[in-house]
T-cell receptor
Framework: GAVVSQHPSRVICKSGTSVKIECRSLDFQATTMFWYRQFPKQSLMLMATSNEGSKATYEQGVEKDKFLINHASLTLSTLTVTSAHPEDSSFYIC?????????????FGPGTRLTVL | GQNIDQPTEMTATEGAIVQINCTYQTSGFNGLFWYQQHAGEAPTFLSYNVLDGLEEKGRFSSFLSRSKGYSYLLLKELQMKDSASYLCAVRGSGGYQKVTFGTGTKLQVIP
């Protein structure tokens, strides 16, 4: 079956540093990937839509200069949290659309837990 | 915009049947998903409805009424491992097929 990986699975960093999270589709090409953020006991909040070869589309209220997204290839999208602060601590999940599935199914990565000290 | 509502929590007994409701108001509609999410893990796909009616898949069934903006997930023969959050998600009609999630329903199955 389709697999989406994320790296790292867990990261702890100091306030002010930048953290890069990778999202890869392992056995299919994904022209569109999504980045979500999930705070404890809350649902997934869409942050941005990542499109291969073009600029990401950010949701209202998400700072594009703080959350840099690069979709450099058909199998890789990266999210960089710049100058991270404790309030950025969250569970970040990516997903990728596989367009050759019956429902254009969205497959999720395992998530990255970010803790900013 | 999108507005998706689900009950926050539900409790049901092992072996029983539980129905989790979802209502939505969206600017565009191109299908509704149900996902299961265990704590600390990513969501896993359960079902997809784009036409009105019931889709059955083993112990899980999902129903959609587009005119009412309403869906439900039905879980039969509940097992302890079914304790998880269940997320209703609506896909928009835009080109990128953006999926927006509801608040999620935390289901606790008790013996």
């Amino acid at each position: 079956g389709a697999v989406v990986s994320q790296h790292p699975s867990r990261v702890i960093c100091k306030s002010g540093t930048s953290v890069k999270i990778e999202c890869r589709s392992l056995d299919f090409q994904a022209t569109t990937m999504f980045w979500y953020r999930q705070f404890p006991k809350q649902s997934l909040m869409l942050m941005a839509t990542s499109n291969e070869g073009s600029k990401a589309t950010y949701e209202q209220g998400v700072e594009k200069d703080k959350f840099l997204i690069n979709h450099a290839s058909l199998t890789l999208s990266t999210l960089t949290v710049t100058s991270a602060h404790p309030e950025d601590s969250s569970f970040y999940i990516c997903s990728a659309i596989r367009r050759d599935t019956r429902y254009n199914e969205q497959f999720f990565g395992p998530g990255t837990r970010l803790t900013v000290l | 915009g999108q507005n998706i509502d689900q009950p926050t929590e539900m409790t049901a007994t092992e072996g029983a049947i539980v129905q989790i409701n979802c209502t939505y108001q969206t600017s565009g509609f191109n299908g509704l998903f149900w996902y299961q999410q265990h704590a600390g893990e990513a969501p896993t796909f359960l079902s997809y409805n784009v036409l009105d009616g019931l889709e059955e898949k083993g112990r899980f069934s999902s129903f959609l009424s587009r005119s009412k903006g309403y869906s439900y997930l039905l879980l039969k023969e509940l097992q302890m491992k079914d304790s998880a959050s269940y997320l209703c998600a609506v896909r928009g009609s835009g080109g990128y097929q953006k999926v927006t999630f509801g608040t999620g329903t935390k289901l606790q199955v008790i013996p």
